[in-house]
Every structure is written in structure tokens, then in C-alpha cells.
């Protein structure tokens, strides 16, 4: 039955999250004399997810039978006709984040109470993370630019608390500190644009600027001849790819490693990455508008998509290889809102969360049973030593390549399709690109894969790279985490084992949907009526009603899957790793030494933190030094403080000069006195021919 959302129920959602965080942040940690244990910390904030989760998988069904709510809670200022106002808009792509949000950040909770038992920090990283969970939710339940800035710049916040969590390694701080820069460039763009909606449209409420796009369609920016609202659409889409970390702005994101894993496994499934490709989405009849804005995001997400997926072919950190999946997926995505297939890219973001959420918490499963060592040329033959991190994570990669009837399949495959179907600049590159990353997710895939769980057993070797003492600087990411000991890795003789329940049970999960919820969902979602109202097409971009023409149900899309040329793409990628890791593997190591350029090229990244370095942070040093210089050294020192003492100075040396003692002088100084005196104030006789 249709109707209003209770709003002091809704509120509950993101202050149950709250309120967990701070009791274990300020009554768990030092801060308060850690007054609660680690039992009551861990309860807390997995009792206030689950309470959003429950209350947000209500309000989903609530408005599957048609309730919605849009309202102001509370009005923080008023300046003149501008409020600023914290409410909420719920419909049918807030309520499915709502869900996706709390449903992987309550398994990453559950998680994390058995990977990180024995870190001092125990109490202070689910404080941390519920937080992250409460900022999430403020962000994608927001009914105004304002609050939906405040989340924006909390989940950047506290993702840099999260990154930097292991706050005594240079390495953690050197990645929290780069996520916070490189986000604000993005996030500098971010704000222009809400101030160009702002000045032009004169609200930050969603639906008044909606209502006033036709005006705003037909202004120019002053001094140019660029449309205001594709420059204004373009500088949102600058925000979105610092936070949903797109080519260039995406270098954070790797680094983000640094932090626990689980951590890793919320930024990049639920939280903060998939803030950007929500965004984009709500703001659908703005970016509708602007043709150039969409080939902008288009193109982006291309370049994001392909050459991102290539990074993950050369990994050797297994967390790393599912961190540039997660860079080439968001490209997937981006690709998807360029096409004007939003309700596409909604989707791969919602069955995206679970099968990445999965891959992570499998490969930490893998890093806990190999006694914390993340390098893959360590392990192999996993399977029988780790049954259920093993066929979880077989689940989560075949998701992942979009394997027919696994929930990555109906996700991806469409927005090949969507890609395929559009007509706008740079569309030949993004169905080239998108086309081309498809074996290459298959090959960097299932290359981890083969490499962790079949083969040759490569723990507990005396000879194992985890003893190189530069080798574990760079990949001991969570040394100093998990006890004290001083080795990482298997010494010889120890075998792997199974993670405990709380481990597990996460993983199993998660698997659930990863395998079917592609399947459930995709007819209402991208060819039902659940975005109807919600997300904006305009009637000249043609890709949703192409792919609604195309559609026979799940099971016919499934079957016709099985031969279409993304599904041989995607074998192709699984037989090659196959053939290149488990036949032959020499043939790699071959191919390395005959394509070392290319091998270097791969391994620095395509030189971009080399050239942001050089650029970017030296240039600012140099420019700073020279501000320095001028401004500070010459001007303020120089000429302000210093300068003002010099004249002090010589002015005394002048006066004193006039203090002699002697009293003629006195008497002299009085005189002039009195005659400037007489000539200054008293009237000079008028002769008579003066007229």
C-alpha cells in the first residue's frame, strides 16, 4: 500500500551506525580510559548495522508497494531564500543502496571480529568503521547538495583513518595522506559544480533543481560559449572520479592496500568508490541534458576500464590484483552512465558490492591461513587445506568475469550490450575497450586463482620470497597488525588452515547473492518499473530501450550468453591463465624478459605517481619555496616585521638627535614654534593694492 515513510524510522538508520562508533570509539579506546571491552565494541556497532540493515530491507519493500519520502528533518541556517537542511529522499535507488550498504558492512563487521582479534587496535577499528557505514548512509540518503557534501567529505575523511590505520608505518601514512590529496582534487571540482547549480538554480534540494533543468539547459557560463550546465555536470563528474577513483584520479586507490583488509573489502564494495557512480545516477536529468558531459564519462570510464585491467595482470599481492579489478569494474560502470544506462551501472554497482565484498574477505581468509603473507608466489594448492575460502572464491571470480547465470554476467553483459547500442562520441573506443577487458578480467582473475589454490605447494620454504627483506616491505601491509612475531608467512613444515566461523561464515554469505542475485533481479530493475520516476532518460539516447528489445528473461539471456563472443572472450582469459600458470609456466617468464619495457611500464603504473611526483608535488614544493622567498622572507620579514623595525630605528636616530640637554636649544625650538605658530593661525595684514 502506497504512503508515507516514517522519517524518525529512517533516521534510525544511519544513528544506529552512530551510536556503535561512539561507544567504541570513546568508551573502548584510551580516549575514556577504555571503559568497555573488546565484546562490548564489537557488539555494539554489529548490533547498530544490523538495525539499519533491518530497518533499510523494510523500507525497501515498503517502497516496492509504493511509499516514498521526501522531507526536511532539520533546518541548520537560513541566508536570505537559501536554506541548508539535513532530510532525506527515499526511493527506490536510495532504498537498494540502503540495503547493499548495510547488508556488506554488517558481513564486513562480522568479519573482522576473527581478522582482527589480536590487534591492539581492536576497539578503535570498528569505531572506525561503523562511522564509515554511518557517512555512507547520509550520503546516498541526502535530499540536498549539502548533506550529500557533508557524506561526501566524511566517507574521504574517515576512508583516510581507515588507510592509515596502522598509523607507525611511513607506507600506511604516505597512502592516507595520498587518497586525502588526490580526493581533494576532485573533490575541488565537486564543489564547483554544486556552487554553479547553486547560483544559477538558487536551491540545494535535488528536486528544485530538477525542476528548474530546462532553464538551466539553455545557459551559458559567463565569458564563454559553453553550455552551464555541461560545465557544471562535468565538474560533478570531477568529484565522482576522484571518489570512484577514475583514470587519472584513481591512483589512490591501490595505495588504499595499506589498510586492514576488511577495510579494503568495504571501500571498494559498498562504501565511498561507489559514491561517485551513485551520484552520477541521481543526478541522471541533469547529465540527461548534455551530450558532451556523457561522452566526457563515456570515454573516462573506457580508459579506467581497459588500462586498469591490465595493472592487475602483473600483481603478485593478492589484495592488490582484486584492487585493480575493482578499478577496471568502476570503469564498467562509468562506461554505463555514459551510455545514458544508469539503471545499468546501478546494477553492476549492486552485484558488483557482493562478489568484490567476497574476493576481499576471501583473499584476507588466504593472508590469515598463510600466517599473513599477501604474495601468491608463496602459496598454491590452497584448495584442500581451505575448502570454503576456496569454492567462495571461485564463486566471487566467476561472478566477476561474468560467467552466464552468476549475478556478474546479467550486469556486465548489459552494459556491453548498452555500449554497443549507443551512438555518442567515443562510443567505438568504449565498446573496443570494454570488449578487451573482458579477457583480461578473466585472464588476471583467474591467473590469482589457478596460482592460490591449485599447483604447487610454495609455502613453508625455506626459499620463499616472504623472507626477502624488500619484499616485505612492500607487501607486509599488515605486519605490525597481527601479533608480535617477527615472521610473516609459513615457515617450513606448516601447512595452511581453514579460517575460523566468523570468517567464514561472511564468505558464504556473500556467495549467495554473487551467484543468484543477477538472476532475481535484472528484469525489475533494468526493464520493470523500479528506477520509474527515479532516473532519467532522455528519449533521444536509445540504449535501454535497445536492451529492453533484446531481453527474454534472465534464463534466455543466460543460454544465449553461453555463445556470444564475451562469453568466448571470457574463456579465452580462464584457458590462457590456465595454459600459462598450471601447462607451461615458463611461458610468462619468457614473455616478461622478451617485453621488459612494457613489464616496466606495467610495474610503475604508467609512470603516474612518478609523474605526479615529479609535476605535481615537486612543482607545488618549488612554487611554495618560491612563495616563500617572496613572500614570506622579502615581504613579511623583510618589509613588514623587519622593515617596520628599521624605520622605527632610524626615525629614533633622527629625534634623539634633538634631546641634546642643553637649554638654548630648548629655547631655540620654542621660538620657531612660536613663529610657525603666528604664520599658521593668525591672518596676514592686507595691504591697501591687495583687492
Known amino acids: 500500500m502506497a504512503g508515507q515513510l516514517n522519517p524518525q524510522l529512517l533516521l534510525a538508520v544511519p544513528l544506529a551506525p552512530l551510536v556503535g562508533s561512539a561507544i567504541a570509539g570513546l568508551l573502548g579506546t584510551k580516549f575514556l580510559g577504555n571503559v568497555v571491552g573488546r565484546k562490548v565494541s564489537h557488539s555494539v556497532t554489529i548490533l547498530g548495522v544490523f538495525v539499519a540493515l533491518l530497518i533499510s530491507i523494510q523500507t525497501l519493500l515498503q517502497v516496492l508497494d509504493g511509499a516514498s519520502y521526501n522531507g526536511t528533518l532539520y533546518t541548520w541556517m537560513t541566508v536570505g531564500s537559501l536554506k541548508m537542511e539535513v532530510g532525506f529522499m527515499i526511493d527506490s535507488l536510495t532504498a537498494m543502496m540502503m540495503c547493499v550498504v548495510t547488508f556488506v558492512s554488517l558481513m564486513v563487521h562480522i568479519y573482522t571480529i576473527g581478522y582482527m582479534q589480536e590487534d591492539e587496535g581492536y576497539n578503535r577499528f570498528f569505531s572506525y568503521i561503523a562511522l564509515f557505514t554511518f557517512s555512507m548512509l547520509m550520503l546516498v540518503m541526502s535530499n540536498n547538495f549539502l548533506q550529500l557534501f557533508f557524506g561526501w567529505e566524511a566517507v574521504g575523511l574517515v576512508s583516510y583513518l581507515l588507510i592509515g590505520f596502522y598509523y607507525t608505518r611511513p607506507t600506511a601514512i604516505a597512502a ?137 595482470i602483473i600483481q603478485t599481492d593478492i589484495k592488490r590484483v582484486v584492487a585493480y579489478s575493482t578499478l577496471s569494474q568502476l570503469g564498467y560502470m562509468t562506461v554505463a552512465l555514459g551510455c ?57 571470480s566467476l561472478a566477476l568475469i561474468g560467467t552466464p547465470f552468476f549475478s556478474g554476467f546479467y550486469s556486465k553483459d548489459s552494459i556491453i550490450e548498452a555500449v554497443k547500442a549507443t551512438h555518442l562520441a567515443g562510443s567505438g573506443f568504449a565498446y573496443f575497450a570494454v570488449m578487451a577487458g573482458v579477457f583480461v578480467t578473466a585472464f588476471y582473475s583467474f591467473r590469482m586463482y589457478f596460482i592460490v589454490f591449485h599447483g604447487e605447494e610454495r609455502f613453508g620454504k625455506a626459499h620463499a620470497a616472504h623472507h626477502d627483506t624488500a619484499h616485505a616491505a612492500h607487501h607486509g601491509a599488515e605486519e605490525e597488525a597481527h601479533g608480535h612475531d617477527e615472521h610473516h608467512g609459513l615457515a617450513p613444515g606448516q601447512k595452511p588452515h581453514e579460517s575460523p566461523w566468523v570468517i567464514t561464515l561472511p564468505l558464504i554469505l556473500l556467495a549467495i547473492p554473487s551467484a543468484v542475485i543477477g538472476f532475481l533481479t535484472i528484469e525489475p530493475m533494468l526493464f520493470g518499473d523500479f528506477f520509474k520516476g527515479v532516473i532519467a532518460v532522455n528519449e533521444a539516447h536509445m540504449a535501454m530501450e535497445e536492451l529492453r528489445t533484446e531481453f527474454h528473461g534472465p534464463l534466455q539471456m543466460a543460454l544465449h550468453g553461453l555463445l556470444s563472443p564475451v562469453f568466448l572472450l571470457a574463456a579465452a582469459g580462464v584457458a590462457s591463465a590456465y595454459y600459462f600458470y598450471m601447462v607451461n609456466p615458463k611461458v610468462p617468464a619468457a614473455m616478461k624478459a622478451r617485453c621488459g619495457p612494457i613489464y616496466r611500464l606495467l610495474d610503475n603504473k604508467y609512470y603516474l605517481d612518478a609523474f605526479n611526483e615529479i609535476v605535481f608535488a615537486k612543482g607545488a614544493r618549488l612554487i611554495g619555496s618560491g612563495f616563500s622567498l617572496l613572500g614570506d622572507r622579502m615581504l613579511i620579514d623583510g618589509l613588514f616585521v623587519n622593515g617596520s623595525a628599521k624605520l622605527v630605528g632610524w626615525f629614533s636616530t633622527v629625534v634623539r638627535k634633538l634631546q641634546s640637554g642643553y637649554i638654548y636649544h630648548y629655547a631655540f625650538v620654542m621660538i620657531l614654534g612660536v613663529l610657525g605658530f603666528l604664520v599658521v593661525f593668525l591672518p596676514f595684514p592686507r595691504f591697501p593694492f591687495s583687492q
Open 176 to 312: 592516507n595522506m595520498k587518497a586525502f590529496l588526490v580526493n581533494r582534487v576532485g573533490d575541488f571540482g565537486f564543489i564547483l559544480g554544486i556552487g554553479l547549480l547553486l547560483a544559477y538554480a538558487g536551491s540545494m534540494n535535488y528536486l528544485d533543481v530538477f525542476a528548474k533543468k530546462d532553464e538551466l539547459a539553455t545557459l551559458m557560463l559567463p565569458g564563454t560559449d559553453w553550455m552551464l550546465l555541461t560545465v557544471a555536470c562535468i565538474c560533478l563528474f570531477i568529484g565522482a572520479m576522484g571518489k570512484s577513483a577514475q583514470f587519472p584520479l584513481h591512483v589512490w586507490l591501490p595505495d588504499s592496500m595499506e589498510g586492514p583488509t576488511p577495510i579494503s573489502a568495504l571501500i571498494h564494495a559498498a562504501t565511498m568508490v561507489t559514491a561517485g557512480i551513485f551520484m552520477v545516477a541521481r543526478m541522471s536529468p541533469l547529465f540527461e541534458l548534455s551530450d558532451t558531459a556523457l561522452s566526457f564519462i563515456l570515454v573516462i570510464g573506457s580508459i579506467t576500464a581497459l588500462f586498469m585491467g591490465f595493472l592487475g
Open 340 to 396: 545514458s544506462a544508469y539503471s545499468v551501472a546501478v546494477f553492476h554497482l549492486m552485484t558488483h558490492a557482493f562478489f568484490k565484498a567476497l574476493l576481499f574477505l576471501g583473499a584476507g581468509s588466504v593472508i590469515v591461513g598463510m600466517h599473513h603473507d599477501q604474495d601468491i608466489r608463496n602459496m598454491g594448492g590452497l584448495r584442500k587445506y581451505m575448502p570454503i575460502t576456496w569454492i567462495t572464491s571461485l564463486v566471487g
